[in-house]
Nanobody, 123 residues
Framework: QVQLVESGGGLVQAGGSLRLSCAASGRSFSTYGMGWFRQAPGKEQEFVAAISWNGLTTYFTDSVKGRFTISRDNTKNTVYLQMNSLKPEDTAVYYC????????????????WGQGTQVTVSS
């Protein structure tokens, strides 16, 4: 069992930056692929970024490439999403998730989910 708690969301102006953190408790965090997803009001949940268990492989949706980075610190059981050059369309609730089977872009691949943190980007 893995419990995930996101933090770092907030209100930021367009062009600004935020860093989201996802702290994991439970066993074997370093064996899980980790992902970030988001859901905007009235829209379906979408994949944002993922990172392999060892941090060597990362994967981003096209709309955030070059602006977002994902990283992890397995000594702190934490995964991060650094978001730069934020746009109003990045406004959403951001969720981190843990997968025992990889680090893909499909929500069904993920076994555990956090409660989410709100990111609001004003124009």
């Amino acid at each position: 069992q893995v419990q995930l708690v996101e933090s770092g969301g907030g209100l930021v102006q367009a062009g600004g930056s935020l860093r989201l953190s996802c702290a994991a408790s439970g066993r074997s965090f370093s064996t899980y692929g980790m992902g970030w997803f988001r859901q905007a009001p009235g829209k379906e949940q979408e994949f944002v970024a993922a990172i392999s268990w060892n941090g060597l492989t990362t994967y981003f949706t096209d709309s955030v490439k070059g602006r977002f980075t994902i990283s992890r610190d397995n000594t702190k059981n934490t995964v991060y999403l650094q978001m730069n050059s934020l746009k109003p369309e990045d406004t959403a609730v951001y969720y981190c998730a843990a997968s025992s089977s990889g680090w893909g872009n499909e929500a069904v691949e993920y076994d555990y989910w956090g409660q989410g943190t709100q990111v609001t980007v004003s124009s």
